[in-house]
């Protein structure tokens, strides 16, 4: 803990408040199911190590971890030493006896030596000696794909069930679970699955709360840039052709976990020292999210986002850019605001006050937290304002600003006369504040 005294200033400030922000998901975690995914090349790499200190930190705050790995590089080194030919169809390998003697050999050596990583204290860290049990069998039932198109799979097979009940005997007392890319039939045959199918299949009979895959690559790109978040509806529109064949099969897995109940996919690059960590303890993560829903919201105010408002809205009250509100004023307008919510932080908000019989409605209070601007949320906020007003029968809508007058005039506000405000407002009007006024035909 003495380290942090070697930290420059700045560092420590963004360490504090990293910490500080992080609280919210230290809390809603606990308890909670996570089912991470990764390919064999965490280990031929040897980057699983640094990712084992990330899974025991989440261990130690009681998040109940299912870790599933993968084996296909050790599989194809197994099967190029002993000079067997890689046979697949449909991009799925076909596994005859002899492979899946490599099979069992690769997968076995994969999941002792996890187990021996998870079972060593990390040195030089908080986890030293920290005491992680490890918990892997046969919970993974599993039948034959089978003939498809002729072609005869043999050891070949998918999912069939999940042995959950087992399962969370183990998350129960505090065990980490490990499931191997391996599954049993009740006729005693072992079958070669894929990581991604028996994830999918932890993930959808655990309930879990999330499911996670370490990818090669940052998560869904457009061709461009990384796309941070993407609902089920949004999918379907993707190429998924463009995409890279581990995010299309991790694409596929997560529309079906979604339709399934289990609430949050996430694709994060491997590649990236404690890239879980900023993905799960940031707001904005760093991989690719996807849910069934949006990951944001815009709806009207309820009564408990009013400490949420105070908090986005005081700093420019304190800078004399908005007048003032009380809690209590807050509270009792309410329902004129309109907010858009981000992972259960108000991210930015707006208020909407009707003058019905002159048709017409005053904008205030329209603000956006720092971390989340030049993203156009404000332009977004202001459209769905300006259609609610619509709907309403609002023909005009006016401001009153003392410091972003360019920006309303941008949206093709233009500058009136106090004395065509409607009468009500006109009497509230502050002439000390000096603000000028607004308005935009709608």
């Not at 990712?51 to 998040?63: C, R």
């Not at 998924?240 to 995010?247: C, N, Y």
């Not at 259960?344 to 971390?371: F, R, T």
Request: proline residues 3%; contains cysteine.
């Amino acid at each position: 803990m003495r380290q942090i005294a070697l930290i420059d200033a700045n560092d420590k400030a963004n360490y504090v408040q990293w910490f500080r922000n992080s609280s919210p998901y230290i809390n809603a975690f606990r308890d909670r199911t996570f089912v991470i995914a990764f390919g064999g090349e965490m280990l031929a790499d040897a980057q699983f190590a640094p990712l084992v200190h990330d899974l025991a930190l989440l261990n130690s705050l009681g998040v109940r971890l299912v870790l599933v790995h993968g084996a296909r590089p050790q599989i194809e080194q197994r099967l190029n030493e002993q000079g067997i030919k890689l046979n697949y169809a449909n991009d799925i390998r076909i596994t005859d006896d002899e492979a899946l003697k490599c099979v069992k050999q690769a997968s076995g050596s994969v999941r002792v030596e996890i187990e021996a990583l998870l079972s060593m204290g990390v040195s030089n860290t908080p986890m030293d000696s920290a005491d992680i049990r490890v918990a892997s069998g046969n919970y993974v039932i599993a039948k034959p794909i089978g003939i498809l198109d002729g072609i005869d799979f043999q050891h070949t097979g998918e999912v069939r069930r999940i042995d959950d009940e087992a399962i969370h005997t183990h998350l129960d007392e505090g065990a980490i679970v490990l499931l191997s890319p391996l599954g049993y039939s009740p006729t005693g045959e072992i079958f070669n699955l894929t990581a991604e199918d028996v994830a999918t299949a932890a993930a959808i009979q655990l309930q879990a709360d999330k499911l996670i895959y370490l990818v090669d690559n940052d998560g869904v790109s457009d061709g461009q840039q990384l796309i941070r978040e993407l609902t089920l509806a949004e999918i379907e529109k993707l190429s998924l052709s463009e995409q890279a064949k581990d995010i299309q099969k991790c694409l596929h897995s997560a529309v079906q976990v979604c339709h399934s109940g289990v609430p949050r996919t996430h694709l994060i690059n491997r590649h990236i020292d404690g890239s879980i960590l900023l993905e799960l303890f940031t707001r904005d993560g760093l991989g690719t999210l996807i849910t069934a829903e949006s990951f944001e919201d815009t709806r009207q105010a309820a009564i408990d986002d009013v400490g949420g408002l105070l908090e986005l809205i005081e700093p420019l009250e304190d800078e004399g850019v908005l007048v003032r509100r009380s809690r209590e004023r807050l509270e009792m307008e309410i329902d004129h605001f309109t907010v858009v919510e981000r992972d259960g932080m108000i991210v930015a908000c707006a208020a909407l006050y009707p003058y019905v019989k002159e048709k017409m409605a005053e904008l205030a209070c329209l603000v956006v937290h720092p971390d989340y601007r030049k993203q156009n949320r404000a332009d977004m906020l202001f459209s769905y304002l300006e259609k609610q007003a619509k709907q309403d029968g609002i023909n005009s809508i006016f401001v009153l600003t003392t410091r972003t007058a360019h920006w309303f005039q941008e949206r093709g506000f233009n500058e009136i006369d106090i004395k065509k405000l409607p009468m009500e407002k006109q009497a509230l009007y502050n002439y000390q504040r000096n603000s000028k006024v607004f308005m935009k035909k709608i």
